[in-house]
């Protein structure tokens, strides 16, 4: 007599209703997808496991320790790959899907919010933050370093140069206002 399915029965209801009365507990009154936060987390984890499984496959060797340089470039290039992808007008078709439009916010950037249905709103939140995006850039330019090192270098070396012209752009925006604040005065 095979009594597994019983018991795997109940044990799958237990976790079920832990997880809904941790869900509510933690929510306080708010909806809060910790469904999707979980399936966010464990499809990092893939990916991450799925990228380690390609370095070792291919015998890439692991620095002893990271280079100041490629920290340094490879933040760089995280934070402008990141705010590229999760708010740039450009890359809006890439959201579109999951998040709705609500008004520019800075130059050349949208303010957009998650869409609230099921399955979305994980997705449509990870799209519109650069900081939760940034985890993912940096595992992939991680990977791509030790996978690709050349390919990978002159894309994060391109990335840094963008954001360096940003902030070009920007200190020379900053500065004709500057000098125009004083003509407008008198």
């Known amino acids: 007599m095979d009594t597994a399915m019983p018991t795997d029965s109940r044990l ?3 976790f079920q209703e832990l997880f809904h009365r941790t ?5 306080a009154g708010h909806d809060r997808p910790l469904g999707g936060y979980l399936v966010a987390m464990a499809g990092f984890a893939a990916y991450a496991a799925a990228w380690t499984t390609a370095v070792r496959r291919l015998g890439r060797p692991l620095p002893e320790r990271p280079e100041p340089w490629d920290v340094v470039l ?3 290039a995280t934070f402008r790959l990141s705010r ?3 708010k740039a007008s450009v890359t809006s078709p890439l959201r579109a899907p999951f998040t709705r439009y609500v008004g520019p916010q800075g130059p050349a950037e949208l303010h957009e919010e998650a869409r609230p249905e099921q399955g979305k709103h994980t997705v449509g939140e990870l799209a ?4 939760c995006m940034s985890v993912w850039v940096a595992t992939t330019l991680t990977a791509g370093r030790l996978l690709w090192p050349r390919p ?3 894309a994060m070396g391109t990335l840094t140069a963008l954001a ?4 070009l752009q920007l200190a020379y925006s900053a500065l004709v206002k500057a000098v125009e604040a004083p003509e407008e005065q008198t």
Do not use: E, M, W
């Open 12 to 14: 799958a209801r237990r």
């Open 23 to 27: 869900r509510r507990n933690y929510a």
């Open 74 to 76: 490879t933040s760089v």
């Open 84 to 86: 590229l992808l999760s």
């Open 128 to 131: 519109t933050c650069p900081f």
């Open 152 to 154: 990978t270098r002159t």
């Open 164 to 167: 360096g012209a940003d902030a």
